[in-house]
C-alpha cells in the first residue's frame, strides 16, 4: 500500500539552481535551458551543470553555465490527492520552460522558483528539482492545481513542496570568472562571445 505525504525531506533553507546558456547552430541565437535539480551548494550545482553539459555534448565555447542563489520563502503541503486525482496530465514543453525562465532572468524579484521532492538518493539524501516558476502572490490553489495536472516526478511521500526567491544570478564566464546578472542590462549573449 502507498504512504502519502509522510516524509518531512527538510528543504534547504538556501540553495541553488541552474540554468544552461547556450546558443543555437543555425540561427546564432542564444536558449536560456533551465535543469531542474537544486543542490544546497555552488559547487555542487556547477558539478551537475558540468555533467549535464558532457552528456549533451556542448561544445566548451557555445555554453555558459548561469546560477541562480534561491532562498527558502515557504513549504506548501502536499495532499494525497496529488497522485490519486484523476489528471489532466498539463505537459510543459522545452519552449515554454525557457519562456517562463527568461520571464525570472529579467524580473527576478518578481517570480518565485517552485520545488519539489524527488526522491533519496544512493545515500538517502533528499534531491529536490525545480518545476517552474510563479508570480510571487499566486494563490495556493492555482499552484495545487498546477501540481494535480503536471506530470513531473513529485515523490509521493514527500510532505512538503516549497517556493524559493530568488536572491541572485550569476553567469559563470568561459575563463570561470563569475559575473552578477544585473537584469536591468539584459546582455546574456556577451557572456558567450
Not at 540561427?27 to 558539478?47: D, F, G, N
Not at 518545476?131 to 494563490?139: E, Q
Not at 526567491?165 to 570568472?177: C, K, N, Q, W
Request: hydrophobic share 35%; with cysteine.
Amino acid at each position: 500500500m502507498t504512504k502519502y505525504c509522510d516524509i518531512d525531506p527538510k528543504f534547504p533553507k538556501k540553495a541553488w539552481a541552474g540554468l544552461i546558456l547556450t546558443r543555437t547552430k543555425r540561427k546564432k541565437v542564444s536558449l536560456l535551458l533551465p535543469i531542474k535539480k537544486i543542490y544546497p551548494t555552488k559547487a555542487e550545482e556547477k558539478l551537475y551543470l558540468e555533467s549535464i553539459s558532457r552528456r549533451s555534448k556542448l561544445e566548451p565555447k557555445k555554453w555558459a553555465p548561469v546560477l541562480v542563489k534561491v532562498r527558502l520563502a515557504e513549504l506548501l503541503k502536499n495532499k494525497k490527492e496529488l497522485w490519486t486525482r484523476v489528471k489532466k496530465q498539463t505537459e510543459m514543453d522545452m519552449e515554454t520552460r525557457m519562456i517562463d525562465y527568461l520571464d525570472v532572468f529579467r524580473y527576478p524579484d518578481m517570480y518565485q522558483l517552485l520545488a519539489i521532492g524527488n526522491r533519496p538518493d544512493d545515500k538517502s539524501e533528499w534531491e529536490w528539482g525545480v518545476i517552474t516558476r510563479f508570480l510571487k502572490g499566486t494563490d495556493k490553489k492555482k499552484i495545487e492545481n498546477f501540481m494535480c495536472n503536471c506530470g513531473e516526478g513529485v515523490n509521493p511521500r514527500c510532505k512538503y513542496s516549497a517556493l524559493y526567491d530568488v536572491e541572485e544570478i550569476i553567469f559563470v564566464r568561459l575563463d570561470g570568472r563569475e559575473e552578477k546578472h544585473d537584469p536591468r542590462d539584459i546582455r546574456h549573449e556577451e557572456v558567450l562571445n
